[in-house]
């Protein structure tokens, strides 16, 4: 064997290469608030910001151009409370910029997360109770959030909260109001991860007491992903999800070797600051690096990849 004879120039390189990353691959992350003409950057997330609906309509449509296809939405309310009500209130920010995205670009594919710490004033991501996340109280707040989004548009809802047995009632919640063909993707394998740093700057998140220990997975665990990914593919999950993607790739590859749905990987916020950090200091070449990221996550059993570099990779800046 003599390995080097398939690497002697690009043509066989190409030829014999296992993993390609197209745009169809990848899943944009927006952020959107209340206001008007706003396109704020975010700090610790370069050339990522929060867009008032105006502003966001123009992105979409650049997006749409450059040949991005599906966009995750986060909403960022003006009000926070208890209960999180931002998330399903009448007029949520969030439905809204579903209908004003399907309005002008019914073939953007819109997905919705749902939680509750972007909406909740102590930053968890369901209702508490004696200071504990109650979990089945929590259940028909997040599926009155994932029909109200359903009924403003939304392809697809993608439940980002970790309460056991969300995904069933979520389905059921959905079923019963006849939206059969709203798809369904879990964060099945959501880690308790410190990369979540930047995102929770942007959709100023953080919990204001103790941390999400009680319900996203501790790092240190495997086996119980598959326990979790196994859970909602019975529950109805039609795409399950690890998240982060880069330092849990064995989870992807474990899931891919022992599922045969579809898979998302969530390249998250601290995944790309980091890279972002690096470039700015002149340490490493951002763009290889995104790129070999991205390579590296489909390689290891990815479908879908949601990453934040997704616009520059659209611009065909990664290559
Ligand atoms: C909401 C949610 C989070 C992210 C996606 N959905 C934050 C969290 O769980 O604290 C993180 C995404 C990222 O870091 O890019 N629960």
Redesign the pocket.
């Known amino acids: 064997m003599r390995g080097r004879r398939l690497r002697t120039n690009d043509v066989i390189r190409s030829m014999v290469r296992e993993t390609v990353v197209t745009c169809n691959d990848l899943i944009y992350?927006l952020f959107v608030v209340e206001g008007q003409g706003i396109k704020e950057e975010i700090k610790s997330m370069p050339d990522n910001y929060r867009f008032s609906l105006d502003t966001l309509v123009e992105e979409v449509k650049e997006l749409y151009e450059l040949g991005l296809k599906g966009v995750l939405l986060f909403g960022i309310p003006d009000h926070k409370d208890h209960i999180g009500s931002g998330a399903y209130c009448d007029g949520n920010i969030v439905s809204r910029a579903i209908s004003v995205i399907k309005e002008n670009f019914p073939d953007m594919y819109v997905i919705a997360?749902v939680?509750l710490?972007e909406y909740t004033d102590h930053g968890h991501?369901g209702f508490i109770e004696d200071g504990y996340v109650n979990n089945d109280k929590t259940l028909p707040l997040l599926a009155k959030t994932a029909l109200s989004y359903a009924k403003a548009g939304a392809d697809m809802i993608a439940p980002?909260?970790m309460m056991d047995r969300r995904i069933g009632y979520i389905r059921k919640a959905l079923d019963d109001a006849g939206f059969v063909n709203t798809v369904l993707m879990s964060y099945s394998a959501k880690y308790c991860s410190s990369?979540?740093g930047?995102?929770?700057d942007a959709a100023d998140?953080s919990p204001k007491f103790g941390d999400?220990k009680t319900y996203?997975m501790d790092p240190a665990n495997s086996r119980e992903a598959m326990r979790e990914i196994m859970a909602d593919i019975e529950e109805g999950a039609d795409i399950i999800m690890v998240k982060p993607a880069l330092p849990y790739l064995d989870i992807i590859k474990m899931a891919r070797d022992n599922t045969n749905v579809p898979i998302c990987a969530?390249n998250?916020?601290?995944e790309y600051s980091m890279i972002k950090a690096g470039e700015k200091m002149g340490w490493i070449d951002g763009k290889k690096v995104a790129l070999e990221s991205l390579v590296s996550i489909k390689r290891a059993g990815a479908d879908m990849i949601i990453t934040y570099f997704a616009k520059q990779f659209a611009k065909g800046e990664l290559y």
Request: glycine share 6%.
């Open positions: 992350p997360d939680c710490c991501c980002s909260d990369f979540y930047p995102f929770r998140s999400r996203q969530y998250v916020s601290g």
